[in-house]
T-cell receptor, first 117, second 116 residues
Framework: GAVVSQHPSRVICKSGTSVKIECRSL??????MFWYRQFPKQSLMLMAT?????????EQGVEKDKFLINHASLTLSTLTVTSAHPEDSSFYIC?????????????FGPGTRLTVL | AQKVTQAQTEISVVEKEDVTLDCVYE???????LFWYKQPPSGELVFLIR??????QNEISGRYSWNFQKSTSSFNFTITASQVVDSAVYFC?????????????FGKGTTLSVSS
């Protein structure tokens, strides 16, 4: 099956700093990427949807100026958490759907665990 | 509106017991997809199954089986002869069928603990 990687897998940062998380589709072209957030012991919640070459669509309640998403190529999307605060500590997971993949097939990355001190 | 309900928050069983995880969904779409994922402590989602709304056949894969019933909007997951390695959080999810691809709506998850 298709492979999606995320980097870094784990990051600890100080409050007020920005953190960039990369999501890459390794063996297919990802026309659409989704970013989810999962707080401890909770479910995955969609943050935003990004299509290559266009602006991301954010879910209600997600600040687009705080969570910057860039999907500049068909194999890479990045999520930047700007001015991170402890409440942004969470598990961030991307998923991709791409050209040549099956009907509504989505492939998840392994996730990035962000801890903001 | 679409919604996925996993009423069981936590289930504890002893090895070799059978266990069924319930999933009830809501959607107005006639075409949709249902999924089950396993999330071990590492956090990485492990894909288990995808089923489209036109395929109501039950499926069996080893110790895993799924019962899809449109009449009750349920997509239940049974593990037969559970093992300690089955301990994880299990998520049921729903998505619309859309050419552009749509995100998954997840249930709250069921934490399964299997003891030896």
């Amino acid at each position: 099956g298709a492979v999606v990687s995320q980097h870094p897998s784990r990051v600890i940062c100080k409050s007020g700093t920005s953190v960039k998380i990369e999501c890459r589709s390794l063996d297919f072209q990802a026309t659409t990427m989704f970013w989810y957030r999962q707080f401890p012991k909770q479910s995955l919640m969609l943050m935003a949807t990004s299509n290559e070459g266009s602006k991301a669509t954010y879910e209600q309640g997600v600040e687009k100026d705080k969570f910057l998403i860039n999907h500049a190529s068909l194999t890479l999307s990045t999520l930047t958490v700007t001015s991170a605060h402890p409440e942004d500590s969470s598990f961030y997971i991307c998923s991709s759907r791409g050209l040549g993949t099956g009907d509504n097939e989505q492939f998840f990355g392994p996730g990035t665990r962000l801890t903001v001190l | 509106a679409q919604k996925v309900t996993q009423a069981q928050t936590e289930i504890s069983v002893v090895e070799k017991e059978d266990v069924t995880l319930d999933c009830v969904y809501e959607t107005r779409d006639t075409t949709y997809y249902l999924f089950w994922y396993k999330q071990p402590p590492s956090g990485e989602l492990v894909f288990l199954i995808r089923r489209n709304s036109f395929d109501e056949q039950n499926e069996i894969s080893g110790r895993y089986s799924w019962n899809f019933q449109k009449s009750t909007s349920s997509f239940n997951f049974t593990i037969t002869a559970s093992q300690v390695v089955d301990s994880a959080v299990y998520f049921c999810a729903l998505s619309e069928a859309d050419q552009a691809g749509t995100a998954l709506i997840f249930g709250k998850g069921t934490t399964l603990s299997v003891s030896s």
